[in-house]
């Protein structure tokens, strides 16, 4: 299979989801509904390639059968749940900026990888949607939460590899993970906001530390299971 290079999305791909699951409620059609945004995060990377212009018959392959899976999967859903192709249609604008990023060969851009987030951190509202049918405040609740994480994610990830020569790059990382537990107090989160205390205190303390790319990524596990741990379980409290 061709796997998108990018390791570090598919924890914004698993937590947001199974976040919505968790507070909004389990429904078997979460199942096609996880299978069908798999296989759309799978398509955007050859679609991705397509548009710089790489290989062109090797991905336009991939992507039409990615594509067909996800489409085989999501629209029974989209049948029954009609209000997600509304969701769909609002994050789909976002999706072609990742494009023009892409088409610019900057698709490492700090804006793209908050688009990202945005749209990875949605699959919490459409999760949290089939189960509870109907979005509220605790659905705003995971999504903003999630926000708040991946953003730390991406200004901490920069800040150790391509920005890591950037000072002026990590103090915005190290005001950001400041404000973030702020934020996530203002949202309502309580104890919770503990699962973004890691966050910043590695921002600050790892910053500088010569660490292989493997083991920043091993880190980021440890940490996004954390979060999944302590928001899930304020979510059932």
Known sequence: MLIPKQHGAWAMLVIP???????????WWHLP?????????????????????????????????YGVVAA??????????????????????????MM??????DDRAFLNDLVAVVIFSAAGLASYWLGAERLDEWALF?????????????????SMIR????????????????????LSLAMGAGWAVLALIPSSIRAWVLYGKKLSIMR??????????????????????
Not at 47 to 61: A, I, S
Request: proline content about 4%; aromatic content about 20%; glycine content about 6%.
């Open 216 to 237: 920043i990524g091993i880190y980021e596990v440890i940490n996004a299971s954390f979060f999944l741990l302590v928001i899930s379980s304020f979510l059932l409290w």
């Open 163 to 182: 920005e890591k020569n950037n000072r002026w790059f990590a103090r915005y990382s190290w005001v950001y993970h400041v404000l973030a537990p702020c």
């Open 72 to 97: 085989c999967f999501l629209l029974p859903v989209v049948w029954m749940y009609p209000p997600l192709l509304l969701l769909g249609s609002l994050l789909f604008p976002l999706f072609l900026v």
């Open 100 to 105: 023009m990023y892409a088409r610019k060969n």
């Open 33 to 65: 509904l996880a299978v069908g945004w798999l296989f759309l995060y799978l398509v955007a990377y050859p679609l991705t390639m397509l548009v710089k212009k790489r290989q062109m018959d090797v991905y336009k392959k991939w992507a039409v059968r």
């Open 142 to 158: 995971i999504f903003g939460q999630t926000m708040l994480f991946f953003v730390g994610s991406a200004f901490y990830v920069k």
């Open 17 to 27: 989801y199974v976040l919505g699951m968790v507070k909004g409620g389990v429904v």
